[in-house]
């Protein structure tokens, strides 16, 4: 069975700092990946889809790498701003969305 | 619709009680799935419909929860004799979705918010 590991588990920042999300899968054999936000109380947003023949999303500040042979995928955010404090998931597509527990971001003011 | 609309937002309920709660997913999603996220917690895979079937319902805690989907549209999720531990937020996404094929990209409702008495 997939599992999918993020790290750190939070992760607090001054404002203006560049940062990094790690998202860690066990079984390489997946169609897709997505990061998602998500706000307390709240859905999850899509940030970005990457397909598994890309190695990478961009979207504004968010920049997302994948390496399905060393099953990893990063988050890259840079100036982060307090906007973007929320709960940061990575799922991987193998028939059924697998799901990391999440990294929660604080960006401090 | 425009996004995944999921009914009620919130559901206050007695324990024993059923209930259901709805999605309607984005037009022409093919694949439907339901997620529990209770407290602080991550979130728990339920079921998968592709259409109309459900090739994936292994996530289903037990023989009180079931969820059909009709029409390859709406889907419903029921909870039989609701127990505390039953609270929680269930959140319903979709994607397109070709038999056997590539997902595209997920997106979620709001969720549905569950407490049990």
């Given at each position: ?35 998602f936000?998500q706000d307390p109380g709240k859905g999850l947003t ?41 709960t ?22 | 619709?425009?996004g995944v609309s999921q009914s009620p937002s919130n559901k ?9 709660l709805r999605c309607d ?8 799935y339901w997620y529990r996220q209770s407290l602080?917690q991550?979130l728990e895979?339920l ?30 999720l ?9 609270s929680a937020v269930y959140l319903c996404a979709s ?12 997106f979620f409702g709001e969720g549905s918010r569950l407490t049990?008495?």
């Amino acid at each position: 069975k997939q599992e999918v590991t993020q790290i750190p588990a939070a992760l607090s920042v001054p404002e203006g700092e560049n940062l990094v999300l790690n998202c860690s899968f066990t079984d390489s054999a997946i169609y897709n990946l997505q990061w998602f936000r998500q706000d307390p109380g709240k859905g999850l947003t899509s940030l970005l889809l990457i397909q598994s023949s890309q190695r990478e999303q961009t979207s504004g500040r968010l920049n997302a790498s994948l390496d399905k042979s060393s099953g990893r995928s990063t988050l890259y955010i840079a100036a982060s701003q307090p906007g973007d404090s929320a709960t940061y998931l990575c799922a991987v597509d193998g028939n059924q969305f697998y799901f990391g527990t999440g990294t929660s971001l604080t960006v401090i003011p | 619709g425009a996004g995944v609309s999921q009914s009620p937002s919130n559901k206050v309920t007695e324990k024993g009680k059923d209930v259901e709660l709805r999605c309607d997913p984005i037009s022409g999603h093919t694949a439907l799935y339901w997620y529990r996220q209770s407290l602080g917690q991550g979130l728990e895979f339920l079921i998968y419909f592709q259409g109309n079937s459900a090739p994936d319902k292994s996530g289903l805690p037990s023989d009180r929860f079931s969820a059909e989907r009709t029409g390859g549209s709406v889907s419903t999720l029921t909870i039989q004799r609701t127990q505390q531990e039953d609270s929680a937020v269930y959140l319903c996404a979709s994607s397109s979705r070709p038999a056997g094929g590539l997902a595209g990209e997920l997106f979620f409702g709001e969720g549905s918010r569950l407490t049990v008495l």
